[in-house]
């Protein structure tokens, strides 16, 4: 195996157990993955690994061909796992933070406007059944609902996946998805979390201490966040 890939999958593992062994770190963690959503739990854990300030980041030759800006010169690639050909393999993202626009125009990121999107708020509200409210108390209402539907599945199947004991409490794990998929989309959309919910519910992570059953956890939270 390619020594560079050895070192990245060590530096997943070492970052997987440091979030379910340390809340803050769980936390930092959760408000890098939160502009993340369209990578995969582990792509999210190793950007945030390299670099915890990303925002928005994407392949050298998106970056080039589409978005009209080029990658500093100098700068080393975030290293991301794919496979190929039943091969770990590695590919290359950079934030736009190490980019610069080739015709001086800066790059309008999108952003969550409660006036702009108003009407969407209204649609997503309705689809999901939920009285009109303030956007953070409608994000945390709709993520219970989703997490509801979902927790006997997610913890019939963490059980038998995992083998966990009786010491894994359902209501725990449900009450762990949804406050950290609610942090996720809050922080997303330029909200405080903590104004809305509860730090406490967070360290719940801790109760889920190894390496397969925060990434099971985490790959359903990016479901449902993204």
């Given at each position: 195996?390619?020594?560079?890939?050895?070192?990245?999958?060590?530096?997943?593992?070492?970052?997987?157990q440091s979030i379910y062994s340390d809340v803050d770190?769980?936390?930092?963690?959760?408000?890098?993955?939160?502009?993340?959503?369209?990578?995969?739990?582990?792509?999210?854990?190793?950007?945030?690994?390299k670099k915890p300030s990303a925002i928005a980041c994407a392949e050298y030759s998106l970056w080039n061909e589409k978005v009209n800006r080029y990658v500093k010169k100098g700068t080393e690639g975030i290293p991301l796992l794919k496979e190929e050909n039943g091969k770990l393999?590695?590919?290359?993202?950079?934030d736009v933070s190490d980019t610069r626009s080739l015709t001086n125009?800066?790059?309008k990121l999108w952003e969550f406007d409660e006036d702009i999107h108003k009407k969407a708020m209204l649609n997503i509200n309705k689809k999901y059944e939920v009285p009109t409210k303030t956007v953070p108390k409608s994000v945390i209402e709709i993520?219970?609902?989703?997490?509801?539907?979902?927790?006997?599945?997610?913890?019939?199947?963490?059980?038998?996946?995992?083998?966990?004991?009786?010491?894994?409490?359902?209501?725990?794990?449900?009450?762990l998805i949804e406050e950290s998929s609610?942090?996720?989309?809050?922080?997303?959309?330029?909200?405080?979390p903590f104004d809305y919910l509860s730090e406490q519910k967070l360290f719940f992570i801790l109760n889920f201490d190894t390496e397969k059953s925060v990434t099971y956890i985490n790959?359903?939270?990016h479901s449902i966040t993204k």
């Open positions: 195996m390619n020594p560079k890939v050895k070192d990245t999958i060590k530096e997943l593992i070492k970052r997987k770190e769980y936390i930092k963690f959760l408000d890098t993955a939160s502009g993340l959503y369209k990578y995969s739990f582990e792509d999210q854990l190793l950007i945030y690994a393999k590695l590919r290359y993202v950079f125009t800066p790059l993520v219970s609902k989703e997490v509801e539907g979902k927790i006997d599945d997610i913890f019939a199947s963490l059980s038998q996946d995992l083998s966990l004991s009786n010491s894994y409490d359902k209501n725990i794990l449900k009450k609610s942090y996720m989309i809050l922080k997303r959309l330029g909200y405080e790959n359903h939270i």
